[in-house]
């Protein structure tokens, strides 16, 4: 596990956008947290390394947004299913297609339905009195996460 330690919102989008730059197709990101901890500023710091132009927002509501990059990317939302089964109805499956980039916010209500390779990011807030700082707990699932995960480390030196 690696963890980072983020000092704004601001900071984090731009660590997520430098992973962002690097994901290849096929990558899937599990993101989990409490509300509020900042999983929808982590996606659109993905987005913006994806290069995607229009607005990321959460697709709480919606369950999914789809966004055009330099890759199609994914941005699913589990925060208001109550069940596995309605992933079916989703056609989950579907999107895991190793062409895009895939990233679930809330990922941790439903694990066993994603793919094993993938990189799980849970964001905490950091217990040190400064309600802006965020700690980013990275879990590589699989060798390529992990080389993912090591050259995500060397462009995020802050």
């Known amino acids: ?36 901890a900042g999983k929808t500023v982590f996606a659109q710091g993905v987005a913006l390394g994806l290069g995607v132009e229009e607005q990321v927002t959460s697709p709480s509501f919606v369950l999914m947004h789809i966004y055009q990059g330099r890759l199609l990317f994914y941005h699913f939302d589990f925060y208001r299913l109550d069940e596995e089964a309605e992933l079916d ?17 809330w990922a ?19 217990e040190t009195g400064d309600e802006d700082a965020r700690l980013l707990c990275v879990n ?3 060798d390529l996460m992990s080389v993912i995960l090591e050259e995500w480390s060397r462009r995020c030196c802050f």
């Open 140 to 142: 590589p699932r699989g």
């Open 89 to 105: 109805s989703l056609g989950l499956e579907e999107y895991f297609d190793g062409e895009s980039v895939v990233l679930v916010e």
């Open 1 to 36: 596990m690696f963890i980072w330690k983020s000092a704004s919102s601001a900071q984090t989008r731009e660590i997520a956008r430098r992973l962002g730059e690097i994901v290849s197709a096929g990558t899937v990101l599990a993101l989990d947290g409490e509300l509020g």
């Open 108 to 126: 941790g209500k439903f694990s066993d339905a994603l793919p094993p390779t993938r990189l799980e990011i849970t964001i905490v807030l950091d």
